[in-house]
């Protein structure tokens, strides 16, 4: 049962930097991949990025070279960097923790980029 908590949104300037987290605590199961999601209005969600068990990652390429994907193990914690932010990177950013037992989903934070 790990139901992720995520910090770290709010409103940056273009071409500043944000960091996000998602963490869950207390979970019996093994995660097996962590990913961040984003939809903005009147768009299809998107994957922006997963980190695997064996440390492996994924990046969308509209954040590849920008964002960076982390994790603590011992915390079950997964972090966001995301730097050069763009307008069009404005969103609702979802985590999604992948489990053997399960999906579990975060509330979702905005982030907007605004000048």
């Known amino acids: 049962q790990v139901q992720p908590v995520e910090s770290g949104g709010g409103l940056v300037q273009p071409g500043g930097s944000l960091r996000l987290s998602c963490a869950a605590s207390?979970?019996?199961?093994?995660?097996?991949?962590m990913h961040w999601y984003r939809q903005a209005p009147g768009k299809q969600r998107e994957r922006v990025a997963t980190?695997?068990?064996?440390?492996?990652?994924y990046y969308a390429d509209s954040v590849k070279g920008r964002f960076t994907i982390s994790r603590d193990n011992a915390k079950n914690t997964m972090y966001l960097q995301m730097g050069s932010l763009k307008p069009e990177d404005t969103a609702v950013y979802y985590c999604?923790?992948?489990?053997?037992?399960?999906?579990?989903w975060g509330q979702g934070t905005q982030v907007t980029v605004s000048s």
């Open positions: 999604r923790h992948a489990t053997v037992g399960g999906d579990y």
């Open positions: 207390g979970s019996i199961v093994s995660i097996v991949a």
């Open positions: 980190i695997f068990n064996d440390g492996g990652t």
